[in-house]
T-cell receptor, first 114, second 111 residues
Framework: ETGVTQTPRHLVMGMTNKKSLKCEQH?????MYWYKQSAKKPLELMFV???????ENNSVPSRFSPECPNSSHLFLHLHTLQPEDSALYLC?????????????FGPGTRLTVL | DAKTTQPPSMDCAEGRAANLPCNHS???????VYWYRQIHSQGPQYIIH???NNETNEMASLIITEDRKSSTLILPHATLRDTAVYYC????????????FGKGTSLLVTP
């Protein structure tokens, strides 16, 4: 238990569906992250929020839309996904600053797009 | 961030110490060494990090050579639950956001 929770843990959706992934952190952190991990590939950073402002967006297609309503919650809204978007989606959080920016990860959401 | 090199796989007998090496010969003075592990299909788990001194916590010890070009993660008494992929990551703290996980070392702990 790392203090970062993700729901749902598993999601199957069709290409025309709209769904949202939720992440919540109980660590008092000020930065939150979305990563994608496809089969046999390293983790890819998707989005970063620092103090509730989006500070990084790594060329992610617009069918993925993040939202950070406060420092404890992060969402990833999904619409018209493609089968190649099937992956493990990981949320992480960290503090800000040299001694506090270690990232702690949630358990992930396993997404399957049919 | 400096590049790291790790062996692709290692075996360790349960109860023995697991020593996982990492080479980072291009590390610069302000780069930290971080270790994470990922058990199959779960989120990565932070283990330990250090700058130049050896570090120990409840999970592991991190030994960094004096020239900082390599390090070793030590799990003192490996259990079956330590079977995972272990990632050595070098980065400047507070410098940006991406953790470059690379391919890591797949550690298999056997009974």
């Amino acid at each position: 238990e790392t203090g970062v929770t993700q729901t749902p843990r598993h999601l199957v959706m069709g290409m025309t569906n709209k769904k949202s992934l939720k992440c919540e952190q109980h660590l008092g952190h000020n930065a939150m992250y979305w990563y994608k991990q496809s089969a046999k590939k390293p983790l890819e950073l998707m989005f970063v929020y620092s103090l509730e402002e989006r500070v990084e967006n790594n060329s992610v297609p617009s069918r993925f839309s993040p939202e950070c309503p406060n420092s404890s919650h992060l969402f990833l809204h999904l619409h018209t996904l493609q089968p190649e978007d099937s992956a493990l989606y990981l949320c992480a959080s960290s503090g800000l600053g040299v001694d506090t920016d270690t990232q702690y990860f949630g358990p992930g959401t396993r997404l399957t797009v049919l | 961030d400096a590049k790291t090199t790790q062996p692709p796989s290692m075996d360790c007998a349960e109860g023995r110490a697991a020593n996982l090496p990492c080479n980072h010969s291009t590390i610069s003075g302000n780069e930290y060494v971080y270790w994470y592990r990922q058990i199959h299909s779960q989120g990565p788990q932070y283990i330990i990090h250090g700058l130049k001194n050896n570090e120990t916590n409840e999970m592991a010890s991190l030994i960094i050579t004096e020239d900082r070009k390599s390090s070793t993660l030590i799990l003192p008494h490996a259990t079956l639950r330590d079977t995972a992929v272990y990632y050595c990551i070098v980065r400047v703290a507070d410098s940006g956001y991406a953790l470059n996980f690379g391919k890591g070392t797949s550690l298999l702990v056997t009974p």
